[in-house]
């Protein structure tokens, strides 16, 4: 597995809690690395990803 850098994060603060990314904290999305204060936003933000992704993947399929 590729390990991802904080400073390829597209972004500086957590999307969930406004706070500083953690290096520890990182997850890919759509080529992109996003970047949480810590690994339980990190999850919830997969989580949210996952169950959104495969929505749309069933509305696009119809």
């Known amino acids: 597995m ?5 400073e ?7 999307p969930w ?7 520890d904290s990182l997850t890919l ?3 992109a690395v ?3 204060c810590n690994p339980g ?3 919830q933000f997969e989580t949210a990803a996952r169950a959104f ?3 749309m993947e069933k509305k696009s399929n119809g």
């Open 8 to 14: 390829e994060s597209v972004n500086e603060t957590c």
């Open 17 to 23: 809690s406004g706070k500083p990314v953690s290096p």
């Open 2 to 6: 590729t390990r991802l850098r904080l």
């Open 41 to 43: 936003c990190r999850d």
């Open 53 to 55: 992704d495969a929505a």
């Open 34 to 36: 996003v970047g949480f």
């Open 29 to 31: 999305y759509r080529g």
